[in-house]
């Protein structure tokens, strides 16, 4: 059973620092390239930032290009999103997801490229 938990929301101010966990069960997170999405009230899931299996290939949208960073422990079977400097309009849950199968599948930030999503983690900016 795959399972992806993430972890470490919370309520930050602006200029502040969080960071976001994803922890994998079920699935061997080293095979797998991992998206971090996020979801505001009323507005569509968005694409933030996605890391191939080893790690040597990174993408990241235009509004968290700067401030977020990705990285993965393959010997701890998580990845993270490091926020820097975040805003209030970076306020939303934040999602976590694998593809269907590693191996091809180097990253993306489109959700139908991901099968296996976590709950989510709710982020919290005030100003």
């Known amino acids: 059973q795959v399972q992806l938990v993430e972890s470490g929301g919370g309520l930050v101010q602006s200029g502040g620092s969080l960071r976001l966990s994803c922890a994998a069960s079920?699935?061997?997170?080293?095979?797998?390239?991992i998206g971090w999405f996020r979801q505001a009230p009323g507005k569509v899931r968005e694409g933030l930032s996605s890391i191939s299996a080893s790690g040597s290939d990174t993408i990241y949208t235009d509004s968290v290009k700067g401030r977020f960073t990705i990285s993965r422990d393959n010997a701890k079977n998580m990845v993270y999103l490091q926020m820097n400097d975040p805003e209030p309009e970076d306020t939303a849950v934040y999602y976590c997801?694998?593809?269907?199968?590693?191996?091809?599948?180097?990253?993306?930030?489109?959700?139908?490229?991901?099968?296996?999503w976590g709950r989510g983690t709710q982020v919290t900016v005030s100003s």
């Open positions: 997801a694998a593809p269907r199968a590693g191996g091809f599948f180097s990253g993306g930030l489109g959700p139908y490229d991901y099968h296996y």
């Open positions: 079920g699935l061997t997170l080293q095979f797998y390239a």
